[in-house]
């Protein structure tokens, strides 16, 4: 045989194959469009505009299917695949239909399925080269319908895909995959590295000042119930404290987030988790604000993980507490009640809690009710005493309030969480926890990738 001869046997050329592919479906998209220059007709803009989006979907999938095809031609065909566990070479057993759904339409694919005798082990190279989804409808939808989900009820989340992608998918199919998604977002992934953590605090820097690095926690109450089978009847509800933390940066001129991360869960694990955050910030970078209300569990464990921390007592929680005392005291809305209200808060800028103390313990309260909320400040102010200094706090450059994680903990936690009869089982709703912070945090891909390893069709 003339070897030379052979060599000039040219390789089927894919791409040229594909551009002559692509023209023939254009050509067909065409046919649909050209309806359009019917004399009778004089469509608007955004009958044009629907008539692409009802096709587009048909013609971008066939692309994808041609491009399928050239490019993993050696895929589809492939008749001996090595085993994944021991190597060993197989013959195709059969060839498997599959269809898949993407943001661009469907394709369809045959491609071949090898089985390992020795390992017992069944496997579809086109499957993890091209890392096909068991499920019909792919990971690029799965993403996008998730992170849809973490604002919208899946119901909604179902509705609005559909309107503005022209993809039909059901409620459940974007549940069962928030929950698939969601069990598998873990502390490690939610929360930025280390490395992008220390990019952010020098955004933050400037001159020669170290950024403030603010670590608020506190705890909100959401509605759950008991997990329970479909036939059971329902548990009765509770509410549990969602323990959180966020942690930010005091740029020049902007907030800069660092990590958010809230769980329905106890104290320990909490203390866990904001250890975990502490470990990936660079302390001596920064300086760092502890901001809570008077709540210990909070307390020891921010003190812990941040031992170098400036302890403020919460601004605005302690204003409260404050006003509640007029409220009893005063009456509702009485000259005299926010008279004091305004002395009181002047005297704890300035310092003055000893003297806010004593002057509490002067007050003849009128009956017992009252009495009670006095004392109750008072032991809350003496438990404090330590983390009230506003005025030193604003000469520094400290916050004395925590907005951050107020403002954070509406947007994590109440907005999805709080729907009038929405109960979440503890776990769902931890995991809805967890994927919003992710997105809040900027680390959804990470967290979706993870997922998304773990998914791809082997079985
Ligand atoms: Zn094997």
Redesign the pocket.
Known sequence: MNLAAVAHIPEPDYEEHFRQMIHNEVDKWVDELVCVFDENRQPTLMEMSELFARTKQRFLGDCLQRMIEEKYAGLLQQEYAP?H??G?RCKKRFDSAKEMVTMQGSVAANRPWFY?T??C?GFSPFDEVLEVSRKKHQFDIQKKSVNLAADVTFCRGSEIFEDLTGQSISDHFIHETFEAVGSEAHLEDVIPSKDEIAKRIKQASSGKWRPILVVASDGAYLPTRPKARRSDKRGKGQWQDAKGFRIYLLGKDRIIHVASWHQIQNEAEFGKDLAVAASRIRQDSVRIALLGDGADWLWKHMKDCFPKGRQILDYYHCAEHIYKVAKAHYGERSVQGLQWVEGTISRLFFSEVGNVIAGLGRMKAKNSDVQEEIRKLIVYLNNNIEKIHYRGDRIGGYPIGSGGIESAHKFIAHTRMKRSGAWWIKENGNEMLRIRCAIYNGTYDKVFNTYKSTHVHHY
Do not use: E, P, V, W
């Open positions: 085993c566990k021991c060993k390992c020795d390992c082990f």
